[in-house]
């Protein structure tokens, strides 16, 4: 059967350097092609040069077996190729039914027959999210789910699919897979890159494997098992560093000084009387779905959006009453907060990775009123690169041209340049790659044991078990259930939080 897609000795180079390099892929008609790899093998460059984002430096792309050449993402889409980007390119000011139809308009539209048209799409889907909310109020995960209807909608033939699950709930993910085999009946080829390795061995035909801009290996998705497709991600097996053995060798972490205290926090219908406490030397996980009120909590403390003025709680840190309208405060006593949403709040995407360091280092009080040099600027910049092992060109090239996990290190390094005393992590390894899971969760618990309060946000419950001491669930805007390292169980955690 004739490739509906193919790539023939790719390669494409960036400032002289090859990010890919004479590598070959191939797409069958309604066919699920898993694309996996560690943050920086290529995966999203590759699939970007099918979707016409980039063009390649070498190398052929046949399209049902004739040479294209894609200017941009709309000729690409033309041709029937859509691409569901790990972060999202929706217009927030527009609403979510706009977004969904925006490059498909009639000539004349009426906006309640748009809502109304988008409500029921979305509905087959089995979306939920409201079609005339702006997309700047929706949270990731219903993001997420509009950029997969936009690209359904489009009834394109070839669909990319670049970390689609990332910030979905359980339930979203069996309807997204649910999706993906109605698509493939009906003859949709889907490119599928994830970095949750199980998801990928369900849902696909074939999985290629790519690393350090390579092709490594291309097989049915029977043929492969977790530990093959890590040790061939990376060069070595790296279970026993993730989320099984680790938890089973360590002990919990005693409680040191309260760092910090909250008691019936409240802000409009998202968190409603929520009680915590975190302490220094530990990892205090928090759990819930989407929805729950774990990420808005967060906010609060961290002074990112302001809790109810009348009867919103109190927040004490080390003993002083705080209550933080914007971040800059927060961050001078102690606390940062590192987002779930890295390219709209977490760094300047045209700015190089030492200038986003430095420039969180002169907000901090160690940079406060000192004269800008480049020299220390560079010297930072090496020092928490090479600490999170961050891989680019170099330091001088734009955040936004690193791949999902190294945009994460960057930043993580620009929140803990300002020497906290308290870190709340949103999602850290969302769209992170095995290799650098293992890496951040080592930064991570360095962090608790050189004293640090730390908590940890998170929907993947291996995750929550494996990093944290004391586990709190969260469910309908408060903390609902607190559990020990040694009592806590997958099913215990998500009885409490969808009960």
Not at 464 to 492: C, H, P, W, Y
């Amino acid at each position: 059967m004739q490739p509906v897609l193919e790539l023939k000795s790719v390669t494409k180079e960036f400032h002289g350097v090859a990010a890919l390099s004479e590598v070959n892929f191939t797409l069958a008609p309604g066919e699920v092609h898993s694309l996996l790899g560690e943050n920086g093998a290529g995966k999203s460059t590759l699939t970007k040069i099918m979707a016409g984002v980039y063009e390649a430096t070498k190398g052929q792309v046949l399209l049902n077996g004739k040479p294209v050449s894609f200017a941009n993402p709309a000729e690409a889409l033309r041709n029937g190729i859509a691409m569901v980007f790990q972060e999202t390119s929706l217009v927030p000011s527009l609403s979510v039914a706009q977004n969904i139809y925006l490059g498909n308009e009639k000539f004349l539209n009426r906006l309640r027959g748009i809502y109304i048209a988008a409500q029921q799409f979305l509905q087959s889907l089995n979306f939920h999210v409201d079609p005339t909310m702006l997309v700047s109020q929706l949270g990731a995960a219903q993001k997420q789910m509009v950029e997969i209807a936009r690209a359904v909608h489009h009834k394109a033939k070839v669909i990319i699919f670049d970390e689609p699950t990332a910030t979905l709930t359980p339930e979203e993910k069996y309807h997204f897979f649910a999706l993906i085999k109605r698509l493939k009946l009906d003859g949709v080829s889907i490119i599928f890159i994830s970095h949750a390795l199980e998801e990928a061995l369900e849902v696909s035909d074939r999985i290629t494997i790519l690393r350090d801009g390579r092709h490594i290996a291309t097989d049915a998705a029977a043929n492969f098992d977790r530990n093959k497709i890590i040790a061939a991600m990376v060069g070595r097996t790296l279970s026993a560093e993730l989320y099984g053995s680790a938890r089973a060798t360590r002990t919990a972490r005693p409680y040191g000084r309260k760092v910090l205290s909250v008691q019936n926090l409240s802000m409009g219908r998202m968190v409603r009387n929520t009680s915590l406490s975190i302490y220094s030397g530990q990892i205090t996980g928090i759990f819930g779905l989407i929805g729950s009120g774990r990420t808005e909590t967060a906010k609060i403390i961290a002074g990112v959006v302001k809790r109810d003025f009348f009867h919103g709680g109190e927040t004490r840190l080390e003993g002083k009453s705080i209550r933080y309208r914007t971040p800059r405060p927060a961050v001078k006593d102690g606390i940062v907060y590192v987002t779930e949403d890295r390219k709209i709040e977490g760094f300047f995407e045209t700015k190089s990775i030492a200038e986003n360091i430095y420039l969180n280092y002169l907000a901090s009080d160690q940079g406060a009123g000192m004269i800008v040099s480049r020299t220390e600027m560079v010297d930072l910049a090496k020092r928490w690169t090479d600490k999170l092992a961050v891989r680019a060109i170099d330091n001088a090239a734009s955040v936004i041209e690193l791949s999902g996990g190294n945009q994460q290190k960057v930043v993580i390094a620009r929140s803990l340049v300002q020497q906290p005393k308290l870190v709340i992590f949103d999602e850290p390894t969302r769209g992170v790659d095995v290799g650098a899971i293992a890496e951040l969760h080592r930064v991570i618990n360095d962090l608790a044991d050189s004293g640090l309060a730390v908590a940890v946000i998170s929907s993947y419950l291996p995750e929550i078990l494996n990093l944290s001491d004391r586990i709190l669930v969260s469910r309908q805007g408060r903390i609902v259930e607190e559990f020990s390292m040694d009592e806590a169980t997958e099913e215990k955690i998500m009885y409490a939080a969808v009960h």
